[in-house]
């Protein structure tokens, strides 16, 4: 039995079983039969199993070389080292969905066995909603994609993985934690759908959501984090975020999930707002469908996009389900409340969120309308049209800053009812450090009058979360006998961390647009070019054989003031089965010995006899700090998930299940 056809056996049994998961546990349910919905829930053990030999199956076949399977043969090859074979299992569409259905039984079993003794309203059709969305995604690996499917007449060499993919090691991490973040949705939206469906229209089902909402929150920040270290030091062109419809795609969920968060927060605390956070998590689990059928559908042209795709008009009609049944679901069961409750909020923390999560919503639909404009246009008017940078940056511009002042203001707010003169006292520090950076900025003559109200923001949302931060550490130890209170402050804790964080990543990226520049320069050997107040030296151009690429480099030595202040070599790298060559930049990184200005040099061009090239050399001052502010947005995230708020009421245990041994859930 050959590889590709013992894989497609292991798919269809792991197809048959998520299918026996969703029709076994609404039977169950239906039929008040706690062993059947029981066997549903541990289905998600095997089906885990079965989807993880599958996976295990098409590594194997990938370093084995074994181009009778289709996908071997068209995304590696026998030059291909060994690290880059592995990351190829995502480097098309039929292997990322079979990675996408391994992260998402993953999460089943995950579920399956947190709620294994005590369970939420709904648990039984949270659970078909999870092996029904895994049954979704083994239908396309069954179907459309297969990526077993064999070739009659195999290759002797494969034409290797896409370019992109194999010319940086942060691909290892980069998708995988995106996936994790996409298909981690899944598991609240569930746990809404089966609430819903229960009739259950109070907070228990909220209980169980903050976690869940919060792991994948943490996973798509890193995720985006790494994908704009990874633009910036492969793509070469000195940016880092350049809206692609990929990179849109995984921001929309983030911006719904991070509104969601929020939302929790004020449910839990005033009992409103429930309406709102049930449709948020749709709308975040829709835009993690939408994000992919636009990606993987081949509908939108993209760095990262996979070609010759049949999946589209499944992922289609997936979405209009999660979106139909999702939100309608929702209004079946608001009865007379209102989607946001304003008209119960004075002046108070709950405002403030309110307006956060408003203003989350728009810039989400922002982006959506530019990433969607192209393939509208293209539909009616029959014309093929780009939506570029400039027109996001000055639609979430201002948004963004809004949101960035919002997150300032909030923490300082009381919650229920905010005195004015409280809220004037917290605010004098971070007023002042505002009012530093404002005077600080005219002293050096740097930028007008928005840039100053731009920076004024930042430092006070940046002071804001110092302060909180400082009061709920003081709090926290005052009140350590009191557990609850204690990972309450926690919890608090994080959710300041991650708003410095942003804060720091807010700074980083105004710094390096407002006062980064680039040139390029075509340069011989030993000549010496002025570049702004640097001088660069061609010192060589050196070609190297890779086993699965040719290299060609430029050393160039830059100097300010006759002084060397680095050495750089940046290469063009020509693969096979590339129509153009891939560049990959050389960065000397910004320390405080050099003010954080990153030096950043790519190799455009060169003369086939290495005698000249052209190299773009740009100053990116500042954009280390957002890599340290998304890590700080991370770890914020990860230290508000880890904290333990317990309750005093739980769910029912269930029929036939071994009770718990802790008296109180988790949440």
Request: proline share 6%; net charge positive; charged share 15%.
């Amino acid at each position: 039995m050959t590889i590709g056809l013992l894989g497609q056996l292991v798919l269809g049994a792991a197809f048959c079983t998520a299918c026996y998961g969703a029709l076994a546990s609404v039977i169950g349910w239906r039929r008040r039969l706690a062993r059947l919905t029981e066997s549903a829930r541990t289905a998600a053990y095997p089906l885990l199993g079965l989807v993880f030999v599958a996976v295990a199956l098409m590594v194997i076949a990938i370093l084995g070389n074994d181009f009778t399977i289709r996908y071997v043969a068209e995304n590696s090859s026998l030059e291909t080292p060994t690290f880059f074979k592995v990351l190829s299992l995502w480097s098309a569409d039929e292997g990322s969905l079979l990675l996408w259905s391994l992260v998402l039984c993953g999460y089943i079993a995950t579920a399956a066995w947190a709620f294994r003794d005590r369970r939420p309203t709904g648990f039984p059709i949270a659970l078909s909603v999870l092996h029904g969305s895994a049954a979704f995604y083994l239908l396309l690996v069954l179907g459309p994609t297969q990526p077993f499917a064999e070739l009659a007449r195999p290759p002797i060499d494969g034409t290797g993985p896409l370019p992109l993919l194999q010319n940086h090691p942060l691909m290892a991490a980069h998708p995988p934690l995106l996936y994790l973040g996409f298909v981690g949705c899944t598991v609240p939206f569930a746990l809404v759908i089966g609430a819903l469906v229960q009739g259950d229209v109070g907070d228990g089902w909220l209980r169980s959501m903050r976690r869940w909402s919060i792991i994948p929150w943490v996973f798509l920040t890193t995720g985006l984090v790494l994908g704009a270290l990874w633009s910036y030091g492969v793509l070469g062109w000195g940016g880092y975020w350049a809206w692609d419809p990929v990179e849109n795609a995984a921001l929309m969920p983030w911006l719904t999930l991070t509104a969601l968060l929020h939302a929790i927060r004020v449910q839990e605390r005033r009992r409103a707002l429930r309406v709102w956070t049930q449709s948020l998590v749709v709308v975040t689990f829709a835009s993690t469908v939408l994000g992919t059928f636009l990606t993987r559908g081949s509908i939108l042209l993209s760095v990262h996009s996979f070609a010759r795709s049949a999946v589209g008009p499944l992922y289609l009609a997936y979405l209009s389900v999660v979106l139909i049944g999702g939100l309608g679901l929702v209004a079946a069961r608001a009865g007379r409340s209102s989607p946001l409750d304003v008209a119960r909020f004075g002046p108070s923390r709950e405002s403030a969120i309110v307006v956060n999560n408003v203003l989350l919503v728009v810039l989400m639909v922002t982006v959506l309308v530019g990433t969607v404009y192209p393939l509208l246009e293209g539909a009616v008017g029959g014309r093929q049209v780009s939506v570029g940078a400039p027109y996001f940056q000055r639609t979430t511009g201002p948004a963004f800053l809004a949101l960035v002042a919002l997150m300032g203001v909030g923490p300082l707010m009381a919650w229920r009812s905010a005195s004015v003169g409280r809220t004037l006292d917290r605010a004098a520090v971070p007023a002042v450090a505002a009012a530093l950076t404002g005077v600080w900025l005219t002293i050096h003559g740097l930028g007008g009058p928005m840039m100053l109200l731009a920076y004024g923001v930042i430092a006070f949302a940046a002071a804001s979360a110092l302060v909180e931060l400082a009061r709920a550490v003081r709090s926290g130890r005052r009140r350590s006998s009191s557990v609850q209170r204690l990972m309450g402050n926690v919890r608090l804790a994080g959710a300041l961390i991650a708003h410095l964080g942003i804060a720091v990543a807010a700074g980083a990226i105004l710094t390096s647009s407002a006062f980064g520049s680039q040139r390029d320069v075509t340069v011989s050997v030993d000549q010496v070019r002025s570049v702004g107040r640097y001088d660069l030296r061609l010192d060589q151009v050196a070609e190297r054989a890779e086993p699965e690429r040719r290299v060609v480099v430029a050393a160039l030595t830059v100097s300010d003031g006759g002084h060397t202040v680095a050495r750089l070599d940046p290469s063009l790298n020509l693969y096979p089965n590339a129509t153009q060559p891939i560049g990959s930049p050389s960065i000397r990184l910004g320390t405080p010995a050099n003010s954080f200005v990153d030096l950043y040099a790519s190799l455009l061009a060169y003369r086939a006899d290495g005698s000249t090239v052209t190299i773009r050399l740009a100053t990116i001052p500042g954009v280390m700090w957002l890599w340290i502010g998304g890590a700080m947005t991370a770890l914020g995230g990860l230290v508000a998930g880890l904290a333990r708020v317990t309750r005093r009421t739980a769910p029912a245990p269930v029929p036939g299940v071994r009770r718990t041994l802790l008296p109180q859930v988790r949440v």
